[in-house]
């Protein structure tokens, strides 16, 4: 698609401000000229062609485009008799530019919102930008719409009409159907006329559909006075505010396009999910929260970054009461629908707006979450993450894992449920099962490289913490060896308890002979075992047996 921004005109209406440059570079607010706004929008929605007529000090024109230094290819046809004709023959003197794409034309002294630019962009048809809430004006562009398509468009039309302003998509089959009835009317030196008038005789077959956007921004400055109004309106769109939640570790081009798609609509302010809250519904964070706070914070387009502390977005709305929410659709359905709920809910009380974009599917993305999920499976990562899930939630839930496909049932199993998941922490590797899976009594019959075999299979499917029941732990210095292989694996922990001799299940009580160690030699073992860790992350876990066996 290329844009075409007519800017031929002498914008005589606008007295001393136009003395000395075209009305295209007026300045409309602080870092914005009515060109540099519109050329920097289309650059924001991935436009890169842009043909400009020119006229009036063209070459102050040029020089000024150029010196934006956009990401734009530009043309610039100048119209020779700009100050005897209208603009209509400005597209005259572009044709041969402009029969190889679709169109999107707008007036040069056109001010937009990026809300209309979007719609615009995103209509499936021809179209323009009318309002059917503004009054009809008295000298500007008016649309007749006939059976659901645009049929005039001029300034004396007032039966079945809408205010209508000149910004047009224009599909390239109607474009020369529309542009062919232009050369027609210059050659027949119908030059001083609206091209609008050319398209009137062949709205039958050039079919423009009306784009209602109501009161959004979409204003022409031909006087002063305008340029008052619009100024005072672009102010007030900059006041607006935009906010996101975000639970990433990493950024991808797909973030990138929605955090541009959300900055075009305000000051974007971005809340991300705090550690515990990432953890409510997916898995502890890699990285924590103030990097994770920090790699938003240096976007470009990222005004502030604030914390949200659950899934819920109730409480910052309710304080920041941000103009708009930006979602993905991908939250109509399942387990996010309660929260996508609560947030509609929040926006009705002080009258805020949901704005939702398609969810990317693109493979390349789900092919690096696979990726980064697979990072938790690495001992390093996957070892110190009890430890933080303990110290964050106090409780931690685990599930009995002994092989390969138990462990999955621990890894995958999920309730999701009013907008949030349940899940387990943790596997525990109990020896009890290990044993029984192998067909053999619980009493450390077992051997400690057959119960490392269990551990390597179930950490090749899976990416939780695990917990390993270390029995007794063995002989103190069998406890140190386990303790530097299971701290070499990637386990998170070992528990033992202070019992003595054969090792016979907990289970059984007093109904079976069992010898408590004494606390002296209980607590050697462990310092040796803790001797031996070479980590913070490591945990030994110890387990007193005194209420068992009836001694506590």
Not at 117 to 129: D, K, P, Y
Not at 173 to 183: A, P, Q, R, T
Not at 244 to 260: A, K, P, R, V, W
Request: charged residues 30%; glycine residues 6%; contains cysteine.
């Amino acid at each position: 698609m290329k844009a075409l921004i007519l800017n031929s005109g002498t914008g005589s209406r606008m007295g001393g401000i136009t003395k000395e440059q075209p009305k295209c570079m007026t300045e409309v607010s602080h870092r914005n000229t009515i060109l540099s706004r519109q050329l920097r929008q289309l650059v924001s929605f991935g436009i890169e062609e842009v043909v400009i007529t020119t006229g009036y000090y063209d070459e102050v024109l040029i020089d000024y485009c150029n010196a934006l230094y956009l990401p734009l290819k530009f043309t610039f046809v100048n119209n020779p008799l700009y100050d005897k004709t209208n603009y209509i023959y400005s597209i005259y003197c572009a044709k041969d530019c402009l029969k190889d794409d679709d169109v999107l034309l707008m007036h040069g002294d056109l001010v937009f919102e990026s809300l209309v630019m979007e719609a615009v962009l995103n209509s499936e048809t021809s179209c323009m930008t009318v309002s059917s809430t503004l009054p009809l004006p008295e000298k500007d562009f008016k649309a007749v719409i006939k059976d659901g398509r645009i049929d005039k468009i001029g300034v004396g039309f007032f039966d079945n009409a809408v205010a209508a302003q000149p910004l047009y998509k224009i599909r390239k089959e109607d474009w020369l159907i529309w542009l062919e009835n232009i050369e027609r009317f210059c050659e027949n030196d119908k030059r001083q006329v609206y091209a609008e008038n050319a398209f009137n005789e062949v709205s039958d077959k050039c079919l423009i559909h009306p784009l209602d956007i109501k009161d959004m921004l979409c204003s022409e400055i031909d006087t002063p006075e305008d340029l008052e109004a619009v100024k005072k309106a672009l102010a007030k769109l900059n006041e607006r505010t935009v906010y996101m939640s975000f639970s990433t570790e990493y950024i991808h081009s797909g973030h990138i396009s929605i955090i541009n798609k959300a900055r075009r609509l305000g000051r974007l302010i971005v809340g991300i999910l705090s550690d515990e809250a990432v953890s409510s519904f997916r898995r502890f964070p890699l990285i924590p929260f103030e990097d994770r706070k920090a790699l938003i914070e240096n976007i470009a387009g990222v005004e502030r970054v604030v914390e949200q502390k659950s899934l819920s977005y109730a409480e910052n709305l309710r304080v920041l009461k941000p103009d708009y929410v930006v979602h993905g659709d991908d939250w109509l359905d399942g387990f996010q629908k309660p929260i996508r709920q609560e947030v509609c809910e929040v926006l009705e009380e002080y009258g805020g707006k949901l704005i939702e974009y398609p969810y990317s599917n693109d493979p390349k993305f789900k092919e690096l979450d696979a990726k980064h999920r697979a990072e938790l499976s690495m001992p390093d990562i996957r070892r110190g993450r009890l430890r933080k899930l303990i110290n964050m939630k106090g409780l931690v839930t685990a599930l009995e894992a002994h092989s390969g496909i138990t462990g999955l049932i621990c890894e995958k199993t999920k309730v999701l449920q009013d907008g949030k998941t349940y899940q387990f922490d943790a596997m525990w590797l109990s020896s009890l099962c290990d044993s029984t899976a192998k067909g053999k009594p619980d009493i450390e019959l077992v051997d400690m490289t057959s119960r490392f075999r269990t551990i390597d299979e179930i950490m090749e499917v899976t990416t939780k913490p695990i917990i390993f029941d270390g029995d007794t732990g063995g002989l103190t210095e069998h406890f140190v060896y386990t303790v530097r292989s299971l701290e070499r694996m990637g386990v998170s922990m070992v528990i033992i308890e202070d019992k003595t001799g054969l090792k016979k299940n907990s289970l059984f009580g007093n109904e079976v002979e069992q010898t408590q160690d004494s606390i002296e030699n209980f607590c050697e073992k462990i310092a040796a075992g803790k001797e031996a860790q070479k980590t913070k992350e490591f945990m030994i876990c110890a387990r007193i047996e005194s209420l068992i066996l009836e001694k506590g």
